[in-house]
């Protein structure tokens, strides 16, 4: 729904006063609600306005944008955190999605795009540049590459073994859960670490998550 309610967030005061007057140009799709320069204040003026967006930077004192938009995310679930920053690591981009956030925008975007991207998410859409929308695209195609040369490697067993090890069970719980020895289950954990080239169960769980064979947090 038009105008969103937006929170601007940037340690730096002149990009703020920047955006901010070019937000005002267009009061058919923002109007701005309130600034701040810290993760701290972002919160604290989140929680108060509870803004339809809360539009900011990683690189922010006090809290990163990260850290803030996760904080904003659990306490707010109806608002939307958008970063928008020079940031283009893809740790970042990364963290960001697994976070959720509404989106991810690089401070190199036109106005018209940022607009245009702006009245995407009133409509429930998520916010990417085409660069870090890009990025994604071709990560999601790595992970896939991964599971395929995975799933080519280990056995169908091996791979109900390595998944378990991942959700953290322990050699007697995969042995109960697949109806087999503790025996068999260290055999085909050899297995696994020699295929893999890996060295130990952190290990094992790390590759899983990574390689796309399992989702984070299962």
């Known amino acids: 729904m038009l105008p969103l309610q937006v929170l601007i ?9 920047g955006l901010i007057g070019l937000m005002n ?18 919160l604290e003026l989140a929680r108060r306005l509870q803004p339809d967006v809360v539009l900011m930077d990683i690189l922010i004192p006090e809290g990163d944008g990260l850290q803030t938009a996760a904080a904003i995310r659990k306490e707010l679930p109806k608002t939307g955190a958008v970063l928008l920053t020079s940031s283009a690591l893809d740790e970042h981009l990364y963290e960001a999605v697994r976070i959720g956030v509404a989106g991810y925008l690089l401070k190199t975007l036109d106005a ?13 859409e998520a916010a990417l540049t085409r660069t870090m ?6 990560d999601v195609a790595k992970r896939a590459a991964q599971v395929n040369s995975v799933q080519a490697m280990l056995t169908d067993r091996e791979i109900q073994v390595l998944r378990l090890v991942a959700q953290g069970s322990s050699n007697s719980d995969i042995a109960e859960k697949l109806c087999i020895s503790v025996n068999t289950v260290k055999t085909h954990l050899s297995s696994i670490l020699h295929k893999l080239q890996l060295e130990n169960r952190t290990q094992v769980a790390t590759y899983a998550v990574q390689s796309g064979l399992m989702p984070e947090g299962a």
């Not at 140009?25 to 972002?42: C, K, L, S, Y």
């Not at 795009?113 to 409509?123: C, M, S």
């Not at 929308?133 to 071709?138: E, G």
């Open 9 to 17: 967030v940037d340690d730096h005061k002149l990009f703020r006063q």
């Open 25 to 42: 140009t267009r009061p058919d799709i923002v109007q701005v609600v309130g600034e701040a320069g810290t993760g701290r204040q972002a």
């Open 112 to 124: 018209d795009e940022l607009f245009d991207l702006l009245v995407g998410i009133a409509h429930g």
């Open 133 to 138: 929308a890009a990025r994604l695209l071709k």
